[in-house]
């Protein structure tokens, strides 16, 4: 188990090691360098170049320098990709004492969102020469003092660092004093004075001068004044030399840090310790601490931070109170723990305030860097989003920067806008958080086809409407915005004929109003449709289709049309002769007359306007027939004038009159005209007796033909019933037969050799015979014969069957009954219809079918021709 789990370990180091080295090169940064104190304008770098982007996109992708709060330092060139300097940069002021100084710039370009990192060094120049705190010090040194004596000195700063910062010290010429140089890390570099000589009563004036490691270097100095005092023996001395202590950041002002304990040897004043900071101390360290002269203590005296500085180092002093103060120092390191105090800071670095709504799945919105200046625990920040939508932060490869990415399809029609808060929160205890709202609009992109109100569309026109004027209108909308949703309207019109009479019609591009080129005639059109076409504007454009259903409205604008009585002049006159002795009753003649309107407005009626004698003739009023009223008299008049009129029942109704003469004739002469008329009746009759004759004809011959090939083909069926069986490739033509039957209680099963046709089973034999269990049935006994080989089987009936596997049936028919008795059926078999060898299925229904089909046909041609005879 141990060796697996170092071999898993070592797999494990491996792939970390391999991801390292991958993502070290996918995050490969480009870093410049530039010196402090130059001009604005300076060349840094050529980022578009070293990077391989395409300079003639920049612009049109926006590329630019990411800033914070502050002012950028840089600027990139759009037209080229050069990275300049904005503004000088002065390095103490921008890093201060960090090395090396180091300004992450973050390169952005959009469509697609790229973010690209760029690292200047701001390298240091010799600008600043090596400066004391005091331009004096005067030390008092007893007489007493041995060589070898060691005084610190306060050092020189210089805001350079590395070689340009304070490098060695130097002492004017002396014979008592020589300088040595205590490097305490960080660029400080200590002076102390060492003694060489014993000193005598006078008073010592030195030159001490600090250089740094420049070409040429700069200097500065400070002048000693060593003033010889009387003995002072014995130096205070601490319990220890070094002293290491934790402060919390953020302590209260007052809070006892350490306290460090000297004591001295000599007696009275020589003896007493006062505390004190060493001169060397940098000053922004003695305004944030404090120490009692006379206990030790080290309290706070100002805000401590750890986020400006982890740690501290005091230098603490103790001199005795003698004519000539003996001293020394002792170090206290004081180190700062982090408490959670800063709430994480959110930028946004890059931010598209608009994203299409056809965005893949992960398209980035936004370059999110969060900051937190605590450490450790307090300084591990958690992203999220607050609102439930669409979007997901993305941790990014770099650390504390997230990609507010799309995670499901935007729907513009839906949601327009999404206002996304972001919280950042810290893992301290208690944890702090910060929060911050994104606005992001949803762009629209034409992904909605134009819907119709209606779908199909119905509507009623009145016929004889006004033309060039609008009949009715259709509307569609779109759920897009701006020109997506602009709909222009068109009739398709693809030449077929249900669009021809779109022709006739013109629509409103814009506003979807259809207007009729002309009047529509509901007697020539009833109803028509069409289809409109509404197209958006957007690119590419949608579109989509409805039918129009349009139907016509009849309106009474057709006059009843006289059919008869018309004249040869085309007028609606006639003359009829009735002899005179006719009964009451006598159909003189009937008006006919159309209309070719519908409904109401074709409904004809009649009606007598004028009529020489009221009392002899009546017309009926829905069908137009003229019949007489009573029988003629001596002194009625031979010819009567009848005006009659037709109207229709239209709102507005219109008619038409016809006008009958009636002549009343005497007998004879009313035969005469009789018999004229019917002698042009009979040669029309005639005509039509003889075309009835050729299609009676006709007919009955179809018929005749079909009769006869049915019995062609009875007559010509096959009659060889050598073979009863279909032989099959390898059977040898043996075959047994076997019969059921049941005698009481108990039912048999004969077997024998093959039957020939005719053969008869005899009762009371036995033998051969296999008893069966008892399977009785409610319905009809059956008598199997099976042959030897289960390939078909003969049932009976009311017919027997023989029937193959192949669904194959050719029928037997039972002819004869011998006997019946109650220990069997004998039964006898002959006379097999159809050919055994082939085993066909019976001709004479696929006959019958046939004959049936040729009637049926003759039938059909018999009633279209007495329909036409008819109608001439």
């Known amino acids: 188990m141990e060796q697996r789990r170092r071999s898993e370990a070592r797999w494990w180091l491996a792939f970390m090691l391999l991801w390292d080295i991958l993502w070290s090169g996918a995050l490969a940064q480009i870093r410049y360098s530039i010196s402090e104190e130059v001009q604005e304008g300076t060349v840094v770098g050529n980022i578009a170049k070293d990077l391989g982007l395409d300079r003639n996109a920049l612009r049109n992708r926006g590329y630019r320098v990411v800033a914070g709060s502050s002012e950028p330092l840089f600027e990139v060139n759009q037209n080229d990709g050069v990275l300049y300097l904005k503004q000088r940069i002065d390095r103490e002021e921008a890093c201060e004492r960090t090395t090396p100084c180091l300004i992450n710039l973050k390169t952005v370009l959009e469509n697609p969102l790229e973010i690209h990192y760029v690292t200047v060094e701001i390298l240091d120049i010799n600008d600043h020469a090596p400066v004391f705190p005091e331009k004096e010090k005067r030390l008092e040194i007893s007489e007493s003092a041995s060589p070898g004596a060691r005084f610190q000195l306060q050092a020189a700063q210089d805001p350079d660092v590395g070689l340009l910062g304070v490098q060695h010290y130097k002492l004017s010429h002396n014979d008592h004093f020589r300088v040595e140089v205590k490097d305490r890390g960080e660029d400080r570099k200590m002076p102390i004075l060492v003694l060489q000589k014993q000193l005598d009563r006078e008073t010592h004036v030195l030159i001490l001068t600090a250089l740094d490691g420049g070409k040429p270097p700069k200097s500065g100095s400070m002048s000693i004044i060593v003033s010889v005092l009387d003995t002072n023996d014995n130096p205070p001395v601490f319990q220890k030399e070094m002293l290491s202590v934790t402060l919390t950041e953020n302590a209260p002002v007052g809070t006892i840090v350490a306290q460090v304990n000297a004591t001295d040897l000599d007696e009275g004043p020589n003896g007493d310790v006062v505390y004190s900071f060493s001169n060397s101390m940098n000053r922004k360290i003695v305004q944030l601490f404090n120490i009692n002269a006379l206990t030790g203590e080290i309290t706070v005296k100002g805000v401590i931070d750890y986020e400006k500085n982890e740690e501290y180092e005091l230098e603490i002093q103790a001199s005795d109170k003698g004519p000539v103060p003996l001293t020394s120092e002792k170090s206290v390191n004081i180190k700062i723990a982090d408490v959670n105090d800063n709430a994480p800071e959110i930028e946004i670095t890059s931010f598209s305030s608009s994203i299409p709504e056809n965005s893949r799945l992960g398209t980035t919105v936004a370059l999110i860097s969060v ?40 729907d513009k029609e839906r949601v327009s806008h999404y206002d996304l ?23 629209d992109v034409n992904d909605n086809s134009p819907e119709f109100v209606f779908n199909p569309y ?37 030449g077929s004929k249900k ?68 004249s040869s002049n085309g007028s609606a006159e ?55 009223l009573r029988s003629f008299t001596e002194t009625d008049e031979a010819e009567h004038k009848l005006l009659i009129l037709v109207k229709d029942n239209g709102n507005v109704s219109l008619s038409a009159t016809a006008t009958v003469m009636v002549k009343v004739v005497e007998p004879k002469e009313a035969f005469a005209a009789s018999d004229v008329q019917s002698a042009a009746k009979d040669d029309e009759d005639s005509d039509v007796t003889f075309y009835l004759m050729i299609t009676l004809g ?155 089909i040729l009637f049926g046909c003759c039938s059909v041609l018999f009633y279209i021709s007495f329909s036409f005879l008819k109608a001439l």
């Not at 020939?756 to 199997?784: K, Y």
């Not at 023989?802 to 069997?824: C, G, M, N, P, Y």
């Open 698 to 852: 006709a007919v009955s011959l179809l018929f005749v033909i079909s009769i006869i090939v049915l019995i062609a083909m009875q007559c010509s069926k096959s009659t060889d019933y050598t073979s009863k069986y279909l032989q099959e490739p390898n059977y040898d033509g043996t075959l047994c037969h076997s019969i059921q039957y049941r005698s009481g209680d108990k039912r048999y099963m004969l077997v024998g050799p093959r039957m020939s046709i005719g053969s008869t089973i005899v009762p009371g034999s036995h033998a051969n015979t296999l008893v069966l269990p008892d399977r009785r049935r409610t319905s009809e006994e059956h008598i199997f014969a099976k042959c030897a080989k289960p390939k078909y089987y003969i049932q009976k009936s009311d017919k027997l069957v023989l029937q193959l596997r192949e669904s194959s049936v050719v029928t037997f028919s039972w002819i004869e009954k011998l006997s019946t008795t109650s220990d069997a059926a004998i039964v006898k078999l002959f006379n097999i219809c159809g050919s055994a060898e082939t085993f066909r299925t019976d001709f004479t229904s696929c006959a019958s079918f046939l004959v049936f």
């Open 499 to 566: 669009s021809m009479l779109s022709s006739f019609l013109n629509i409103n591009s814009e506003t979807g109003d259809i207007v009729a080129l002309k009047s529509f005639d509901f007697e020539a059109v009833k109803t028509f449709q069409f289809q409109v076409v509404a197209t958006d504007s957007g690119t590419p454009s949608l579109s989509s289709n409805v039918t129009v259903h349009v139907f016509i409205l009849d309106q009474n604008d057709n006059a009843p049309v006289i059919l008869y009585p018309v």
């Open 574 to 628: 006639g003359v009829e002769e009735i002899p005179r002795n006719v009964h009451a009753g006598h159909l003189v003649t009937k008006v006919r007359a159309y209309d070719a309107d519908i409904g109401y407005n074709g409904w004809l009626l009649f009606s007598l306007q004028e009529v020489s004698d009221h009392s002899l003739f009546g017309l009926d009023r829905y069908t137009g027939q003229i019949r007489t």
């Open 458 to 494: 119905i509507f009623y026109i009145t016929e004889a409407n006004e033309s060039d004027a609008p009949v009715f209108s259709v509307k569609a909308y779109d759920r897009d915005e701006g020109d997506n949703a602009l709909i222009s309207y068109h009739i398709l019109r693809d």
């Open 371 to 410: 900051n937190d200046l605590d450490s450790g625990l307090n300084g591990n920040v958690i992203c999220t989003l607050k609102e439930d939508a669409p979007f997901t932060l993305s941790p990014s490869l770099k650390d504390k920067m997230f990609s507010l990415v799309t995670k499901a399809p935007l």
């Open 421 to 443: 808060t972001i919280t950042a929160k810290d893992a301290g205890q208690p944890p702090l958080m910060s929060e911050k709202t994104v606005h992001v609009e949803v762009s």
